[in-house]
């Protein structure tokens, strides 16, 4: 069975930092580009960063570019999002997402992990 | 960015009625979009992927269709476990982007 498990999540205040782990298992983790989704109920669900299958490319969305750090250790099966300089609108579910197919899509997702920035 | 626009946010509807959800793209996408379902307290599943193919497990009751910037979702027959939210969402174009999506409750 495929399956993502991320942790890491918490409480952290404006300005600090966090580091989130996503734990993969089911599949070839090596051989499938990763990503990183949130979700609040403000923005609803936004795209976050792209790591291909290599760790060779990479891309961020506009609102984090800067500030977060995707990386992965396909010898662990385990893909990272280093967040710095943390704001309030980056509170959200953040969900560790496999891609699959030709496209390729969304598929599947983790569990999710709860991050929450606040004084 | 290509925006994302589904409709409408939310369709109460009963079980064994038939469910139409609509998104349409600000551009193009040719058929690179998706559906995703979202039960409370879950992660987003995909649902139909290119715009007209069920993903593995999916029940035949879910068809999708459209091309360009208008796109359909239909639940044929509604059962209890469709009740959720369902989010359009586009690969054609970098940044990806998902739409706001369509709460689909019980009437």
């Known amino acids: 069975e495929v399956q993502l498990v991320e942790s890491g999540g918490g409480l952290v205040q404006p300005g600090g930092s966090l580091r989130l782990s996503c734990e993969a298992s089911?599949?070839?983790?090596?051989?499938?580009?990763m990503n990183w989704v949130r979700q609040s109920p403000e923005k609803g669900l936004e795209w976050v960063a792209y790591?291909?299958?290599?760790?060779?490319?990479?891309f961020y969305g506009v609102s984090v570019k800067g500030r977060f750090t995707i990386s992965r250790d396909n010898a662990k099966n385990s893909l990272y999002l280093q967040m710095d300089s943390l704001r309030g609108e980056d509170t959200a579910v953040y969900y560790c997402?496999?891609?699959?197919?030709?496209?390729?899509?969304?598929?599947?997702w983790g569990q999710g992990t709860l991050v929450t920035v606040s004084s | 960015e290509i925006v994302l626009t589904q409709s409408p946010a939310t369709l109460s509807l009963s079980p064994g009625e038939r469910a139409t959800l609509s998104c349409r793209a600000s551009?193009?996408?040719?058929?690179?979009l998706a559906w995703y379902r979202q039960k409370p307290g879950q992660a987003p599943r995909l649902v139909i992927y290119?715009?007209?193919n069920r993903a593995t497990g999916i029940s035949a009751r879910f068809s999708g269709s459209g091309s360009g910037t208008d796109f359909t979702l239909t639940i044929s027959s509604l059962e209890p476990e469709d009740f959720a939210f369902y989010y359009c969402?586009?690969?054609?174009?970098?940044?990806?982007?998902f739409g706001p999506g369509t709460k689909l409750e019980l009437k």
């Open positions: 997402v496999r891609d699959d197919g030709i496209t390729p899509w969304f598929d599947p």
């Open positions: 290119d715009a007209s």
């Open positions: 790591i291909s299958d290599d760790g060779i490319h990479i």
């Open positions: 089911g599949f070839t983790f090596s051989a499938h580009s």
């Open positions: 969402h586009q690969r054609s174009t970098w940044p990806p982007s």
């Open positions: 551009q193009s996408v040719d058929s690179h």
